[in-house]
């Protein structure tokens, strides 16, 4: 019996190809897909599949038989009424996806409309314009009614989402929490994509939230750490989107203002001051050298100070200079409240241009946009019920200079850059101890500050034939000993001694009255040096390293060698054998000051750093001698 009959094969779908060909119903699946690729209308391709037996009304339930299933498959298994129904691959289709209510986020992709949501989510993250992310759901519709839920991805496929060819993905709504308020919190539909400038007039709709200028928002945090969290400032909400500060947990926290953080802004409180002899006021760099943080607001007190008007005389910006760097206030003023300020943030463009002077040697741009300064307190003269947006007259008190900000790198080159400075000096007229308590012991003992000490004693009554020497004893982490011997040739009597050091280091602090003369003095200190080139005034003096029952003295005296250079001539002296000893229980320090004057003003001046208190060597011939100076 023949098997061959017409068979009308038929492409369900859009596009309605058919063809009534003389088909053998007993051929195998495999074999009737080659016929049909030759059929012109037909064009059988891989894209076309065939379908098991099937009513027109149930079409789209219909199974399609597998490319393996073919080989085992007859024609006559699958048609009816001499019907052979063959389906295109619709798995792969155009798909416009959507993000609503963002427009620029749209755009046409082939996508398999049999997969998993979970499948069609990882394909969307990978989109750059997508950018599917937690904070995106599909929806069922453009509307907001019908949101699939992450648990529903694993088993609805894209083809139960979508109408007309468009997949919708919505934000997903986001809660809102005035941190501190429990009463303020709401659930809105935000667009994470949308400028913070934007996402505040939305909030000031919200009759829940009323978003208004106290209320700030905060960049991500977790409840763990709301105190630390960091506040978006109002310049920064032009530039920033809510996507840039919420978390996976949808959250966008706004934090009340401070009343403090206007006031910070109007008093310019991480620019530098500049505090200069010819004018009265502090004044406020070009330039914002740091950002700080108010950590402690208390009650400051009453004080009062007495009146330091008269800035014009020297001794008038003296006691305004000391009050400023005590943390004393300027003016006979009632203080309720007092701030204080930490971490202190140098800014980028100040660390650059601090590296710059360092390569110029040249830092008059610096004080000139920088300041000198910046307060870390401050005291607003006011009572406690004044409101905090009227503050205007200030104290600023403490202050820090605008290198100690500076990481620890930058201050170590500013230490080498600015070198030693005489940090404190001592040389009136009185029989006193060597007064290096408080304050200067902290300095002395700081390794960072690299503290030399040089002294000078000279006898008041200026007697002849009576020798006077000096040696310091400097124990770590004790307070500095002068060593004094007097010898006396004739009959021992009592002196009276004018004594005067000065203690010469590091900066640390870097106090601007240390800078004054920076572009003129240079202070170096050699140690056990015996031998150096010196065109300039300098200053010896041997530093024991212990002190015992011993009658040996450490003298020295300076002399010029045929080279042309300063030699120092140390040597031990027993003061009961009455002979010279070897000894090596002290070493040796000196101290060169170089300025920028002329060589012939030291052989016609006998100048100094600080003509009011230091003691130098001169030259006279071939040998020095010492000079001390006092006001």
């Known amino acids: 019996m023949s098997t061959g009959k017409n068979i009308s094969v038929k492409v369900t779908g859009e596009d309605g190809r058919s063809s009534l060909l003389r088909l053998n119903i007993e051929d195998k699946l495999e074999i009737i897909r080659k016929i049909l690729e030759e059929d012109e209308k037909i064009r059988m391709n891989d894209k076309l599949s065939f379908l098991w037996s099937t009513d027109s009304s149930d079409i789209k339930d219909a199974k399609k038989v597998t490319r393996d299933e073919e080989s085992d498959t007859i024609l006559k298994d699958i048609i009816k009424n001499n019907t052979l129904c063959l389906i295109p691959d619709l798995t792969k289709k155009n798909i416009r996806v959507k993000v609503v209510g963002d427009d620029n986020r749209s755009l046409l992709l082939r996508l398999n409309i049999g997969d998993k949501l979970e499948r069609i989510r990882k394909i969307l993250e990978e989109d750059e314009n997508i950018k599917m992310d937690n904070k995106l759901s599909f929806s069922r519709s453009i509307n907001y009614s019908d949101v699939v839920t992450r648990n529903e991805e694993s088993d609805l496929i894209l083809v139960n989402i979508i109408k007309n060819n468009t997949l919708c993905l919505i934000p997903e709504k986001i809660r809102v929490k005035v941190v501190e ?56 909400e032009f530039d920033l989107s809510l996507r840039d500060i919420i978390k996976n947990n949808n959250t966008l926290y706004l934090i009340k203002k401070d009343d403090y953080t206007d006031f910070k802004d109007r008093l310019k409180l991480g620019y530098g001051r500049i505090l200069t002899p010819n004018k009265i006021n502090i004044e ?9 943080e108010i950590i402690v607001l208390d009650n400051g007190g009453d004080k009062k100070v007495g009146d330091f008007s008269d ?22 003023d009632t203080i309720s409240q007092k701030q204080k300020f930490t971490k202190f943030q140098p800014k980028h463009n100040f660390i650059k241009e601090v590296e710059k002077a360092l390569k110029s040697e040249n830092f008059d741009k610096i004080y000139e946009d920088f300041g000198q300064f910046i307060p870390t307190e401050t005291s607003p003269n006011i009572t406690l019920t004044e409101e905090r947006n009227t503050w205007e007259c200030i104290e600023f008190r403490n202050p820090k200079s605008i290198f100690e900000i500076l990481n620890k790198r930058l201050r170590k080159k500013l230490y080498k850059f600015f070198g ?13 101890n060597l007064p290096l308590e408080g304050k200067f012991r902290e300095i002395i ?12 004693v000279v006898d008041e009554e200026e007697k002849k034939n009576d020798f006077i020497n000096c040696q310091i004893y400097y124990p770590q982490n004790e307070k500095p000993q002068l060593i004094i011997h007097c010898f006396q040739k004739n009959k021992q009597t009592l002196r009276r001694l004018k004594i005067g050091f000065i203690v010469v280091g590091y900066d640390i602090h870097f106090n601007p009255n240390n800078f004054n003369d920076l572009n003129k003095t240079k202070l170096e200190v050699l140690k056990n040096t015996r ?4 065109e300039s005034p300098f200053l010896g003096i041997p530093v024991l390293k212990e002190l015992n029952d011993e009658p040996i003295v450490v003298m020295h005296y300076f002399s010029k060698n045929n080279e042309n250079n300063i030699e120092a001539n140390v040597f031990s002296y027993n003061l009961r054998k009455k002979q010279y000893v070897e000894s090596s229980n002290f070493n040796f320090h000196v101290l060169k000051i170089k300025t920028s004057r002329k060589k012939k003003d030291y052989e016609t001046e006998k100048n100094s750093v600080n003509q009011d208190y230091i003691s130098a060597c001169f030259k006279n011939g071939r040998y020095f001698y010492f000079t001390i100076l006092y006001r």
């Open 445 to 456: 003992n700081n390794e960072k500050a690299d503290c030399s000490i040089f002294a000078e």
């Open 284 to 292: 406020i760099s070009k330039e914002e050298v740091c950002t700080m």
């Open 181 to 236: 308020d429990d009463d303020r919190i709401s659930l809105l539909q935000l667009n994470i994509e949308s400028k913070l400038e934007i996402i505040r007039k939305k909030l000031e709709e919200d009759e829940n939230i009323k978003m208004d200028d106290n209320l700030l928002f905060s960049r991500s945090i977790d409840s763990s750490d709301i105190k630390d969290a960091k506040k978006v400032t109002r310049n920064e």
């Open 420 to 432: 030693k400075k005489i940090l404190y000096e001592y040389g009136k007229k009185e029989i006193v």
């Open 531 to 534: 031998l150096f080139e010196s």
């Open 311 to 332: 800035f014009r005389t020297k001794k008038g910006w003296a006691n305004k200079i000391s009050m400023f760097f005590d943390g004393l206030p300027l003016h006979d």
